[in-house]
């Protein structure tokens, strides 16, 4: 079925930009992969930085970079560099500030560029948008690189969607620009992943989101905690805060969060496609279904959950090589957030496209006075 909404456009659309995204950093992968010798080499330290949803790519992406040129790479919210950046950096500090942003117009991410540049040592950009009239695709320097992204990708809608995945997959692709040919195929792979899971689970989804729960949380590790993050807040915004939402670690949910747990509740678990990790997710799904009743449990793998039905209403299997790279295996998860926002904010009859009825929270975030 074909529904009448940027939101669920920008969501269907992602498998497609991400290979137009991928055409990007290859024709240009002899400048970004100078730019990034060039402080690399020279000892500069990758931070990765956005507000909100462009926040949660660095989470995602701190943990999953640990294979590429980028290990070692710090998530640091703009919204943190802003009001304490001498916690952060310093003098002596090299900085290669990796920026996330969609419209590239909100007050943080000019300010938090400031910032650094005020507090720190030494500093270089790269900016990674999808406005190409944004304040940050504006700026020029020969210490900034501006990865521009197919203009799809700013999402016209107030969820970011299509943006934060693009965004994720792109700075992926630039942590690994010494082979990013050869990185073709994973790419590939994961858009048609995508792509399938989508069609096939679209029906199942929506009739998840029709379940009467008010809060829902989601669970991951690793990267996938991050991915949970995100998840987290489509769900939350996209039903104008109706649906209140949490996330963690499936290790870290035991030590008192498991206390929000309710009958009302959704649960969705990312499962990690690493099987010694996954023990210890297993464990936790088993605990919770032995002790909780609830409205409604997805499971979410890139192979089969290796658990008894009985633990989850609905298991999602995207059939991604489990060995693909975090990197870029991360991203197929958060399509089922967004879907499952969607699909949410329809059946509390709000529009998805503008979902606050309050007016609460805005596409480009309002109301932020920078001070000196």
Not at 118 to 144: P, R, S
Not at 162 to 182: F, G, K, Q, R, W
Not at 187 to 204: N, T, W
Request: charge should be negative; aromatic fraction near 8%; include cysteine.
């Amino acid at each position: 079925m074909n529904y009448d909404y940027n939101t669920y456009k920008e969501i269907r659309q992602q498998p497609g930009v991400w290979l137009k995204a991928m055409d990007t950093v290859c024709s240009h992968k002899d400048e970004i992969k100078a730019f990034k010798d060039r402080y690399l080499n020279d000892g500069y330290e990758i931070v990765l930085t956005g507000a909100g949803t462009s926040a949660y790519i660095g989470d995602a992406l701190e943990p999953a970079l640990y294979t590429t040129s980028f290990k070692g790479a710090r998530a640091i919210a703009t919204t943190d560099i802003i009001t304490n950046p001498q916690m952060f950096f310093d003098s002596s500090s090299k900085v290669l500030l990796v920026s996330f942003a969609r419209s590239g117009n909100s007050p943080e991410s000019v300010g938090a560029i400031k910032a650094v540049e005020k507090n720190a040592g030494k500093v270089a950009h790269i900016f990674i948008t999808c406005n190409k009239d944004g304040e940050l695709a504006q700026m020029k320097g020969e210490n900034i690189l501006c990865v521009l992204l197919p203009p799809e990708t700013n999402d016209l809608s107030l969820a970011m969607t299509s943006s934060y995945s693009t965004m994720l997959l792109t700075c992926s692709m630039i942590a690994n620009i010494d082979h990013i040919e050869e990185d073709r195929a994973l790419i590939e792979e994961v858009a048609s992943a995508v792509e399938k899971s989508l069609d096939k689970y679209e029906d199942a989804i929506r009739e998840m989101a029709s379940r009467n729960f008010d809060r829902a949380v989601f669970l991951g590790s690793g990267p996938l905690k991050g991915v949970a993050e995100e998840c987290r807040l489509k769900l939350q915004e996209l039903t104008d805060g109706a649906v209140m939402c949490a996330y963690d670690s499936f290790l870290g949910f035991r030590h008192g969060p498991k206390a929000v747990v309710k009958p009302n509740s959704l649960l969705v678990y990312l499962l990690s496609p690493n099987p010694r990790v996954r023990r210890y997710e297993l464990d936790l799904i088993r605990q919770v279904k032995s002790n909780n009743k609830v409205m409604g449990t997805l499971v979410i793998s890139a192979d089969e959950p290796s658990i008894e039905s009985s633990c989850y209403d609905l298991a999602i299997i995207t059939g991604m090589t489990p060995s693909m790279p975090p990197c870029y295996g991360c991203v197929s998860f958060a399509w089922l957030g967004q879907l499952l926002g969607f699909f949410k904010s329809l059946n509390l009859g709000l529009n998805p496209d503008s979902p606050s009825i309050s007016g609460n929270i805005s596409r480009v975030v309002e109301g932020v006075t920078l001070y000196n």
